[in-house]
Nanobody
Framework: QVQLVESGGGLVQPGGSLRLSCGAS????????MGWYRQTSGDQRELVAS???????GYGDSVKGRFTISRDNAKTTIYLQMNSLQPEDTAVYYC??????????????WGQGTQVTVSS
């Protein structure tokens, strides 16, 4: 089975920065696209940023120019550098990975979520 371990959330003042990380593991699995999504109470999850195995990156419109996604060389960990944070960035941030199992079944997996709160 795939496990995703997220870290780096917390409380920050407006204009501040945080860095989230998400590590994926799973014996025999191949990890493809990974990304960050966020959700506030009552809303749908929205894309924050994604990165494919080949390095193609995409961002949600509301974070372009402020957030940066990156991936380690082993392609099992992603990071989200969040700068110029604003109160509207407050949400639970979830990591997602697309993975292929040892028996070649494709599926998507979600992390448990990490809270980011931007407040003075």
């Amino acid at each position: 089975q795939v496990q995703l371990v997220e870290s780096g959330g917390g409380l920050v003042q407006p204009g501040g920065s945080l860095r989230l990380s998400c590590g994926a593991s799973g014996s025999g699995f191949t990890f493809n696209a990974m990304g960050w999504y966020r959700q506030t109470s009552g809303d749908q999850r929205e894309l924050v940023a994604s990165i494919t195995k080949g390095g193609t990156i995409g961002y949600g419109d509301s974070v372009k120019g402020r957030f940066t996604i990156s991936r380690d060389n082993a392609k099992t960990t992603i990071y989200l550098q969040m700068n110029s944070l604003q109160p509207e960035d407050t949400a639970v941030y979830y990591c997602k990975v697309a993975a292929i199992s040892p028996n070649l079944v494709w599926d998507e997996y979600w992390g448990q979520g990490t809270q980011v709160t931007v407040s003075s």
